[in-house]
Each structure stands twice: as C-alpha cells, then as structure tokens.
T-cell receptor
C-alpha cells in the first residue's frame, strides 16, 4: 500500500504565476488535509476535504488559495498570483473513513517563489 | 480554541544520553495527543499517540510519552538517543478521536552529537 503521494516535490514559480500542488491519498482514504509549514515554524492547518466536499477551510487565506478533492483523481491545492510570502513547504495528509485513524503525511511540496 | 507549546526550539544532546522534549497544551475540552517526527526534507511520521487508557504511551524507535492531565503536558522521552534520532519533533493535539484538524506546536529540533 503506497503512502501519501505529493507532486511535484519542488516547485519554483515567479511572482504572479499560479502554483498547483497535487496530493494522492493512501488507498482507501477518503479524508485529505493540507498544511503549510513556513521556514522555521510548525505546521499550520489549511483545509480539510472529503471527496467532492470541503469540510473545513478555516485555515485557508481568504484570497488566491483554493482546494478541491474531486470524485476521481488527486486533491489539488491551487495558489493564484503567488507572492514571495507563499514560499513554504505544503504537506498533505490523509486518513481513512472506517475505522477512524490518525493522519498519514506525504513528503511535502516545497514551493519557492522568486 | 486549542494551542500547543513546545518550550524548547532546540535540544542538543550527546549520543546515548537520555532526552525529554516538552509539550504543553491548552484546550477547553478533552484532547487527543500526538507526537510526529520529521527528518530533513521529509514528511511527518507518527511516533506515538494518546487517545485514552494508560497515560504512558510507547511508540516507535524507543520513544515514549506520558499524558499528565493536571499539568496539561505530554512530554516525549527516550532513555538513550542515537545519532539517527536527529530530527524535528512536533507535538500535536486534536479534539477529534480520529486526529482530524491537528493543531501543531512549533517543533523542537533534536540534535544528537557523537
């Protein structure tokens, strides 16, 4: 059973471009979470999704950021018009529906905005 | 709202010495507690978790943690560390049994010296 997959592992964007980060949860997992880790800081919750639904987006910046988890395919975290302050490591985690279990983390995508 | 405080940002220790990484939390409700480890340029790996029952929890790689409700603490300990334990350690809390919506501490960098 492969773990949580994230791609790309490293992403470089210029200011104003769009960044798309992908997360494939573990097989059988229907819950996906996105976290952001700024340099020298802990992880901060961004959004929690189940298939086709956003359950909690209380940690998402109000503008430029969006997330989806379609019925088929990976979860996508999209950042429009990136700024230097978006440079961070973005981690995805997944957990199964039954039984309830802890979150399993992917290796992260390191976004660098030039 | 819940919060997690890891008082020590860095802990240097010699190989084979014991170590304790401190974690204190605040919450208005019952919580579930987790310790994760992050090796350089990797995602987070679950070390151990406290959900209920015995307050002394044993995890992987020889680590253990003790839940102290009166002191709202969940300190991580290992009796003898190895060079390979050098990593960032994160304490996290959740108000959900499944560990959803984790709130992380700022992390403690454990540096094991030969």
């Amino acid at each position: 059973n492969a773990g949580v997959m994230q791609n790309p592992r490293h992403l470089v964007r210029r200011r104003g471009q769009e960044a798309r980060l992908r997360c494939s949860p573990m097989k059988g997992h229907s819950h996906v979470y996105w976290y952001r880790q700024l340099p020298e800081e802990g992880l901060k919750f961004m959004v929690y999704l189940q298939k086709e639904n956003i359950i909690d987006e209380s940690g998402m910046p109000k503008e430029r950021f969006s997330a989806e988890f379609p019925k088929e395919g990976p979860s996508i975290l999209r950042i429009q018009q990136v700024v230097r302050g978006d440079s961070a490591a973005y981690f995805c985690a997944s957990s199964p529906d039954q039984p309830p279990d802890t979150q399993y983390f992917g290796p992260g995508t390191r976004l660098t905005v030039l | 709202a819940q919060s997690v405080t890891q008082l020590d940002s860095q802990v240097p220790v010699f190989e084979e010495a014991p170590v304790e990484l401190r974690c204190n939390y605040s919450s208005s409700v019952s919580v579930y507690l987790f310790w994760y480890v992050q090796y350089p340029n990797q995602g987070l790996q679950l070390l151990l978790k406290y959900l209920s029952g015995s307050t002394l929890v044993k995890g992987i790689n020889g680590f253990e943690a003790e839940f102290n409700k009166s002191q709202t603490s969940f300190h991580l300990r290992k009796p003898s560390v190895h060079i390979s334990d050098t990593a960032e350690y994160f304490c996290a809390v959740s108000e959900d049994y499944a560990g959803n919506m984790l709130t992380f501490g700022g992390g403690t960098r454990l540096m094991v010296k030969p």
